[in-house]
C-alpha cells in the first residue's frame, strides 16, 4: 500500500497494491496496523456505509459536531466520482481551503477524511457505487453542511452546475464565512503508557484497543507503550534513551513499578532506583517536555494503623520497603512538578493479567481442598481495568488539561472494605470453586515485609474533582473473572 499526504497533510490517499491475472485481481484493501502508521494515530471505524447514485449527484459538503465528528475512509467500487474534503478547523493554517481526489472503480484509490473536515462528492460516471468507514454513527441533530457553491471554496466540480443534482437540505446550507458550527484544529496527544506488559498497562491496552473511553472525535490520542525493554527504569540509560530517540511527549502516565513487596526487603537498591529514583528522573523529563505526569502510587504508604478511610492529607508512615520506596517517588515527583501532575494512590491491585491474588487463588483453590487466608488485614480490592478507565476519564477532564493545575494526590479503589480472607471466599463462591477456606490472624503468616493492618482508602477527593465511577469491589471482580475462566 502507498500513502500519500495530499495538499492539506492531514488527508491522506491511499493507493492499495493489486496482484491480477487472466482470473482476475487480489487487493488489500485495508490494514489498520499500516493505515494508523501512516496517519499517526488511532482510528477505530465502527460502520461501513454504502451509496448508489447516478451522474451529476452531488452529495456534501457534509460535516457532524462533537461528540458525533467523523473520520472516513472512501473509495468506489464501480464508477468514477470527485471527492472533495474541505478544511473547517478555524485555527488551521490550511482553514477554507479543500482537496479535491478522482476516486473509480479502476484506481481502486482510497481517500482518508480526518476529523475537522467537511465532506462531499459528485458523481462523473453514468452511475457510481460510493464506500465509506466511519469512526462514529450518524447524528441527525448534529449534522452540518457547507454550501457546495460557495465562490470563496471555489471547488471545481468537473461537471456544469446546472447538470447537479441536490438534495433539498444540501441546496440550504451556507457559506463556509456564514457557517456558525465549525471546528478548532484537531490536536493530537501524544501520550505515553510506561509498565505496558503489567496489569494497569495492560489494562489501559485493552480500553484504548476497543475505544470503550477515548473520544477521538474532539481530539486524537497517540498512545506509545513501552514495557522493560524500550524503557528500563532500573537503569537511567535508558530512561534517557527513550525519551531522546522519541518526539515530545503530552502525557506520561507511569505504570511501571517494583511490586513484590517481600523481595523489596532484599532488593532494597533496586526498589529504590525503579520506584524512586526513576520517578524522580521521569518528572524532570516531563517537566522539561511540558508534558503532563500521571503516577501511580499505593496504600502501603499508610502504616494501617488507621480506624477510618485515609485520606490524601493524612500523615504518611510506609513500614515496609515497598512503601518507603514509593514514598519517596511521591516526595520527588511532588518537589519536581508543583503542577501539570497527578499521584493516584490504589490498593490490592489485580486483573485477568499477569500474576495477582485473584489468580493465585483460583489456582490455589483447584490445586489444594484447604487454605488459610489472612483475616486482620483490611482494605479495598481494584479491578486493573477500572482504574485503567479512570485514568482514561482524567485525562480527557477539562480541569486536567487546563495548565498549570496544582499537583495533587488522589486515592482510586473498587468500593467496599474486606480482609483477604473475604476477598479469597467472593473468589472461590463466584467460580463455584469448592475450597475449604478458614481465618488466620497475620502473625500465622509471617513474611519477610511487615504488612499495614487496615489502608482501606477514601476516594471522595477524586469523585468530586473528576466525577468518576466507583465500582462496588464484588461487581468488578465478578467482572474480571467472567475474562478468566471464559
Known sequence: MKFTPQSIPD?????????????????????????????????????????????????????????????????????????????????????????????????????????????????????????????????????????????????????PLE???????????????????????????????????????????????????????????????????????????????????NDKFDIIINCAAYTTVDKAEEEQDLANQVNHLAVKRLAQIAKNQQAKLIHISTDYVFDGESDKPYTETDATNPINVYGKTKLAGEKALQEIMSTDAIIIRTSWVYSEFGNNFVKTMLRLG??????????????????????????????QNKKFKEAGQATHIYHYSNEGEISWHEFAKEIFKLSSIKCKISPIKTNQYPTPAKRPGNTVVSKNKIVDTFGVNIYEWKKSLGTCLHFILK
Open 163 to 245: 447538470i447537479l443534482q441536490l438534495s433539498e437540505k444540501d441546496k440550504s446550507h451556507p457559506t463556509l464565512a456564514n457557517a456558525k458550527d465549525l471546528f478548532e484544529q484537531s490536536i493530537i496527544m501524544r501520550i505515553l503508557v510506561t509498565g505496558k506488559n503489567g496489569q494497569l498497562g495492560r489494562a489501559i491496552q485493552k480500553l484504548v484497543n476497543t475505544d470503550t473511553k477515548i473520544d477521538n472525535n474532539q481530539s486524537s490520542y497517540e498512545f506509545i507503550f513501552v514495557g522493560r525493554d524500550e524503557l528500563n527504569l532500573s537503569n537511567k540509560s535508558s530512561i534517557d534513551n527513550c525519551f531522546n530517540n
Open 11 to 159: 488527508v491522506v490517499l491511499i493507493e492499495p497494491t493489486v496482484h491480477g491475472d487472466n482470473r482476475g485481481y487480489f487487493a488489500e484493501t485495508f490494514r489498520q496496523d499500516l493505515f494508523e502508521e501512516a496517519v499517526g494515530y488511532q482510528v477505530n471505524f465502527i460502520q461501513d456505509n454504502e451509496s448508489k447514485s447516478t451522474k451529476g449527484v452531488l452529495r456534501g459538503l457534509h460535516y457532524q459536531l462533537p461528540p458525533y465528528t467523523q473520520a472516513k475512509l472512501v473509495r468506489v467500487i464501480e464508477g468514477s466520482v470527485l471527492d472533495v474534503a474541505v478544511d473547517i478547523r478555524k485555527s488551521s493554517p490550511t482553514f477554507g481551503q479543500h482537496v479535491a481526489v478522482e476516486l473509480t472503480a479502476q484506481n481502486k484509490h482510497q481517500l482518508f477524511v480526518p476529523h475537522g473536515f467537511a465532506h462531499g462528492f459528485v458523481v462523473l460516471s453514468d452511475s457510481a457505487t460510493f464506500v465509506y468507514k466511519v469512526d462514529n454513527y450518524y447524528a441527525s441533530d448534529h449534522d452540518r453542511g457547507i454550501a457546495f457553491d460557495d465562490t470563496d471554496l471555489a471547488i471545481d466540480w468537473q461537471l
Open 366 to 395: 483447584k490445586e489444594r481442598e484447604e487454605l488459610n487466608v489472612v483475616s486482620d488485614q483490611i482494605g479495598s480490592p481494584t479491578y486493573a481495568t477500572d482504574l485503567a478507565d479512570v485514568i482514561l476519564e482524567i485525562i
